[in-house]
């Protein structure tokens, strides 16, 4: 229990003697299991992702099959690269697409799908998690971000501090401090994996430069420019962790979200 805490150090592991020996109850915290029906919607989330991942395997094998014929396709939206490539294909190369059609055929069965569990998400968070429209003023949150995060949490009151939810999400580094030593160490990558990687790929986006200018980005961008060794790297984690905060405190309070307000 002390050496494999992933937020190690003096202070924790005195703590944690004293609660072993007094045998205390603490330390058998109770688990808060999501409800069926979350499980249900967060599976129709996971679905389409799915989906998505499959589909772009299938765009790189058909873009890789003809870049060994000597042929370079451009790289539009995957919504609409098998149109791109029949088109294509068709003025120059009628052969290969018909050889190539099979695989262009299963795209657009894939994209079709993808288009009406889009429309079934888009239907569920509008009657049945109407509180994401609070997390969707923030400019980089999309339906599925704040979605699988409200149906991940359960709860906005579960924890005692917004921040802690960073914790949760796996976002804070882990921690080995002992006498002298204190080493710096990645994320603990705790929690749910699917929802922590929207996040950071949220927060890629916000530091980039179709960014909106908010304080979120101001910070990261700061962080950034510190230098060193994964200093963007880092200052993405940490945009990550900000926005989780951020989402919590404007769920929980039911407030309209202000580009120019830190959450706590």
């Not at 805490?5 to 609660?19: C, G, Q, T, V, Y």
């Not at 890789?64 to 068709?90: D, E, Q």
């Not at 501090?161 to 804070?172: E, I, S």
């Not at 963007?232 to 404007?250: I, P, Y």
């Amino acid at each position: 229990m002390i050496y494999k805490n992933p937020r190690k150090s003096d202070e924790l592991d005195a703590r944690m003697l004293a609660k072993l020996a007094r045998v205390d109850v603490s330390l058998l915290h109770p688990i808060e299991h999501g409800s069926e029906q979350a499980q249900r919607d967060l599976l129709e989330i996971k679905l389409r992702d799915n989906l998505v991942r499959q589909r772009v395997d299938v765009i790189s094998a058909v873009r890789f099959t003809l870049k060994s014929m000597g042929i370079r396709l451009a790289s539009p939206k995957t919504s609409c690269f098998a149109k791109r490539a029949r088109g294509y294909l068709r003025e120059r190369e009628a052969e290969l697409l018909t050889m190539i059609e099979p695989s262009l055929e299963v795209i657009d069965v894939m994209t079709a799908k993808i288009r009406e569990l889009d429309r079934a998400i888009a239907k569920l968070y509008e009657e049945q998690y109407p509180e994401t429209s609070y997390l969707m003023a923030i400019r980089v949150i999309g339906p599925i971000t704040a979605l699988s995060f409200i149906l991940t949490v359960g709860d906005p009151k579960r924890f005692a501090k917004n921040r802690d939810v960073g914790a949760y999400l796996g976002l804070v580094p882990k921690r080995d401090q002992s006498g002298q030593v204190d080493k710096e160490l990645s994320i603990s990558k705790c929690g749910n994996a699917y929802l922590r990687r929207l996040l950071v790929s949220a927060a890629q986006y916000m530091l980039g430069p179709f960014g909106e200018e908010c304080d979120i980005r101001t910070r990261g961008l700061r962080l950034a420019e510190r230098g060193g060794s994964g200093a963007k790297k880092k200052a993405v984690v940490a945009t990550a962790r900000k926005l989780s905060v951020v989402m919590m405190a404007v769920w929980r309070e039911r407030a309209e979200y202000n580009t120019t307000r830190q959450a706590a």
